[in-house]
């Protein structure tokens, strides 16, 4: 790998705004809503760095997915006068938001695919008034890895599901990443992750978004130990046995990656409000943290020689299920500003 470049312009750093809403609601902490959330981000600052865009839930109470061009224009305003730009995407796909199982009847998979539609329609917009440079919509099969199982024909019917949501994704020119996620059925093992990507088999359009919390899952199994990288006995001292089970993984999931979230893990579960366990974000110096962030993230942005990819123009930090009190303190988004920073400066580029 090359040498650190404090110089690198990108991939530009950005803040995600669905911590503000996901894990959230009635059995947990009340949602952050997002002009605190994009005056968090604007105002992080780290030896003169600072983020350069925010990435978007489309659900309330943040982003409506059905926006009128008005709402859309307000939302432009807002993240433009905080000197920000709109990334990445997510689509509001699960039956509690108006979107149903991608391998549900054909009523839900109707749902699922109405939302993405809408998603679509949305980022199109952002991205001809000039306030989306870049980015992708982010989907999920929508589904718990217990139905998922129950089901021997679920990965065929998600990638059918998906299929749909391309030819709509296309015809609006965008792209769709599926996250690798523990908790959604079909998803949850970074073999059958392969698997559903190959199935629906349309590259151009439908790729892999990698957050760094929940891929560090992949490896250890959960929800799938039949496909676990790292032995039962394996201990964290040996660092060599973790980067030789990244380098498997990304090797299998890094041709398909078109967005990259930077995140730590401390290699356990969680699950808070109505959202599932699934991998725990942690702060990026959380001492029981299990990556080496600015290294582990050049498996992801690097190729097997080393060679920058380039694939990914900006990059997030993703931090689900952070208490709100961590959330509100600044010092929380410079020390995450400085890991993105850091992750920058080891794999990025000058245009």
Known sequence: MSESNGSNNFPKLHNAAWPGVVGKGPDSEPAIDLDTMLDLTAAAEVDGHKFEGTDLFLSDPHVSIDSTDDDLKQLADKVQSRNLVVGSVVAPVWPPTGGGSAMGDEAERGKF??????????????RDMGVRPNGVIRIDSAVDVGSWAADPEGSQKIAETFKESCKIAADHGEKLAAEGEICWGGMHSWKEMVK???????????????DMAHTLLYTLGYNAPEDRILPEDFSWEEGGALQDALKTLTQALRPWTIDFHVAQNDATVKGSGSHDKTGRHCLPEDPNGKLSIANDAGHWLRDADGNLTKTCRHIC?????????IMMKPETWNSILAAMVAVRNAHGWSE
């Open 113 to 126: 695919v109405e939302q993405v539609r809408k998603a679509a329609g949305i980022a199109k917009k952002l």
């Open 196 to 210: 559903l990507l190959e199935l629906v088999g349309q590259p151009e359009v439908l790729g892999f978004q990698a």
């Open 317 to 325: 930090w993703d931090g689900c299920m952070f208490p709100n009190d």
